[in-house]
C-alpha cells in the first residue's frame, strides 16, 4: 500500500464503504486539496452471472432488496457530502474504463479505495490499478481488527475459530474510529451524474413486505440511528445474548448485518459504542457477545484474505471430496419455500420476501439443503447471495461451507431441523407468520403437518415432506 499522499487532487472511489466515519481511504484521500469522490454502478455486477469452476451454473447476482439498499446508502452519502461542501460522482459502467477517464480528467495524483479480500473484489481493483495513470492507495478498514495488528498476521491465523478468538482477545486491540476529516474542495469540472434506478441496473425491486423484521432503509443516516437505537433508545444490548436466537421482531439481533456490509457502518465504530455503553449502563455476557460476533464476521474475512479462491469451491479450504447431488427440481423447491418442511419454508418465504433471515433461520435452512438433500451448498451459497439485503462473499460462503462440512471446523454441522423447529419455535408462530397455509393448527402440528390424518392433510394444500423426517432425523420426528 502507498503512504499518505501529499498529492493535491485524489480521487476517492467507493465501493462498500459508503460512509464517511471511520473510513480510512476518506482519511487518506482528504490529505490532498482537492477531492473527487465516486461511485461506479457496474452493470455486470447485476444481471446474470456464471458461477465458475467445476459444476458452473448461472445466477442473478445481485437481486431486489441489495439493489435498492445500495442505491439509497450511494444517495445518503451523496446528501451528506453535499451538506459538507463537497459531492459525490456517480457513473453506470465498467470502473476500469470510468474511473481512469475520470482520474485523467481531473489530474488526480492518486486514486484511493477501500480494500477488500473476496476474489472478485481483488479482481475489479487490479483491473482498475491496470488501467490507471495514478497510483491506487488501498487501505484496509472494514474489520474491527486490522490486519497489521493479528498476533501471526493473515497468513498465520488458524482455520478455526476460537483459537483465532483468543489470540485476537489475548494479544490484539482493537483501533479507536477515525473521525470525520474535513473534506477537501471538489475539482468543478466533473458532472455529478444520475444516481440509476433499481430498472436502469435490470433489476426488479418489490415493496418490502409487512411483516419484514425491519425495513431495511440504506445509508450511513439510518445506520447511525440504528446503532442509537439498539444500543440506548431500546437498550436491547442488555439482553442481546439470550434473544440473539430468536426469529421475530425488530430486537432480538442488532440487525446491523446490512449496514455493515454495504459499509454505512464501521464494525470499530460498533465496538466503541459498546464500550461507552459498558461503562454508562451495564458491562455484561450480552455486551460481551455482541462483540464476539464481530469478531466471528473478522474471522470470516481474515480466512478469505488467508485462502482466496479455494473458499469458493465445493471442497472448500478442506479439499474435501463429497458426492452433491444435482436436482435442479428439489433445488427449486427450497427456494420457493415448498420443502414441506414448515420450519425450512417458512425461513425461505422469509428471505424471498424481505432479503433478511435470523441467523437461526439461516442455519436451519443451509443445513436442510447441504446435509438433508446434500445439493452443491454453492447452489444455495449463490441463491443467499442473490436475495440477502445483507451479503458480503466472506461471511455467507464461509458460513454456508462451515454448515455444509467444508468449512473450519471437522465436527458434522447437520442440524435436526424438526428439534430445532420445536426448540427455537415452540409456539410455531414463525411458521405460522410466513406459512399462511398452516394458519389454525396447534403448535405441535404445524411443525409436523404431516402427522395429521388424510383427509385433513388433503384440505391443506401444502406439500408433503421432501425427505423422510422420521429416516432423517431420528425416532423423535
Ligand atoms: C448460511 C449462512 C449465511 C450467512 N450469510 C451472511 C452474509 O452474507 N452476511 C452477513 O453479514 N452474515 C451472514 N451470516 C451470519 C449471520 O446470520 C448474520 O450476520 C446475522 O444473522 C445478521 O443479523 P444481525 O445483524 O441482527 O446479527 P447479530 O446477531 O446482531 O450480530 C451482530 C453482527 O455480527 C456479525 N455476525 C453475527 N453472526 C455472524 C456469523 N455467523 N458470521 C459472520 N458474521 C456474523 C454480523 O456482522 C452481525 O451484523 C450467515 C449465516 C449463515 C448461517
Request: aromatic letters at 10%; charged letters at 30%; a negative charge.
Amino acid at each position: 500500500m502507498a503512504s499518505d499522499a501529499d498529492s493535491d487532487t485524489a480521487l476517492w472511489w467507493l465501493r462498500r464503504d459508503c460512509r464517511l466515519h471511520d473510513n480510512p481511504a476518506l482519511v487518506a484521500a482528504a490529505a490532498a486539496d482537492r477531492l473527487l469522490p465516486v461511485y461506479v454502478f457496474d452493470p455486470t455486477r447485476y444481471g446474470t452471472v456464471e458461477y465458475g469452476g467445476a459444476n458452473s451454473f448461472a445466477y442473478e447476482k445481485t437481486g431486489g432488496h441489495r439493489t435498492r439498499f445500495r442505491i439509497e446508502s450511494v444517495a445518503d452519502l451523496r446528501d451528506r457530502l453535499r451538506d459538507r461542501g463537497s459531492d459525490l460522482v456517480v457513473r453506470t459502467g465498467d470502473p476500469a474504463s470510468v474511473l481512469p477517464a475520470l482520474a485523467d480528467r481531473v489530474g488526480a495524483d492518486v486514486v484511493h479505495v477501500d480494500a477488500r479480500p473476496a476474489p472478485e473484489e481483488r479482481t475489479a481493483e487490479k483491473r482498475v490499478e491496470a488501467a490507471l495513470d495514478a497510483p491506487l492507495d488501498r487501505r484496509w478498514g472494514h474489520t474491527l481488527y486490522h490486519p497489521d495488528d493479528l498476533p501471526n498476521g493473515v497468513s498465520g491465523i488458524d482455520d478455526t475459530y476460537t483459537p483465532f478468538r483468543k489470540s485476537v482477545e489475548s494479544s490484539a486491540s482493537i483501533r479507536a474510529p477515525a473521525a470525520v476529516p474535513e473534506l477537501p474542495a471538489r475539482p468543478s469540472a466533473v458532472d455529478a451524474g444520475e444516481i440509476p434506478d433499481a430498472a436502469a441496473l435490470g433489476v426488479d425491486t418489490s415493496p418490502v413486505d409487512d411483516r419484514a423484521a425491519v425495513a431495511f432503509e440504506g445509508g450511513e443516516t439510518a445506520a447511525l440511528d440504528r446503532l442509537d437505537e439498539y444500543l440506548w433508545e431500546t437498550d436491547s444490548l442488555r439482553a442481546y445474548k439470550q434473544t440473539r436466537n430468536g426469529l421475530l421482531g425488530r430486537d432480538y439481533s442488532s440487525k446491523f448485518s446490512a449496514w455493515l456490509n454495504e459499509g454505512c457502518l464501521s464494525p470499530r465504530r460498533v465496538s466503541a459504542a459498546i464500550d461507552e455503553y459498558e461503562k454508562r449502563r451495564v458491562a455484561n455476557d450480552s455486551t460481551y457477545w455482541l462483540r464476539f460476533e464481530l469478531v466471528w464476521r473478522d474471522f470470516f474475512q481474515f480466512q478469505v484474505a488467508k485462502h482466496g479462491a479455494t473458499m469458493f469451491t465445493p471442497g472448500g479450504i478442506r479439499r474435501r471430496e463429497v458426492a452433491w447431488q444435482d436436482d435442479p427440481e428439489a433445488f427449486e423447491r427450497w427456494t420457493r419455500g415448498e420443502t414441506g418442511l414448515p420450519f425450512v419454508d417458512a425461513g425461505m418465504r422469509e428471505l424471498n420476501a424481505t432479503g433478511y433471515l435470523s441467523n437461526r433461520a439461516r442455519q436451519n435452512v443451509a443445513s436442510f439443503l447441504a446435509n438433508d438433500l446434500r445439493i452443491d451448498w454453492r447452489r444455495g451459497a449463490a441463491y443467499f447471495e442473490t436475495r440477502l439485503v445483507d451479503y458480503d462473499p466472506a461471511s455467507n460462503y464461509g458460513n454456508w461451507a462451515y454448515i455444509a462440512g467444508v468449512g473450519n471446523d471437522s465436527r458434522n454441522r447437520s442440524f435436526d431441523v424438526l428439534w430445532q423447529a420445536h426448540r427455537y419455535d415452540p409456539d410455531a408462530e414463525y411458521v405460522r407468520r410466513w406459512v399462511p397455509e398452516l394458519d389454525g393448527l396447534a403448535a405441535e402440528t404445524a411443525h409436523e403437518p404431516w402427522t395429521l390424518p388424510d383427509d385433513e392433510r388433503a384440505r391443506l394444500e401444502y406439500p408433503e415432506p421432501m425427505i423422510d423426517p422420521e429416516t432423517q432425523y431420528g425416532d423423535d420426528a
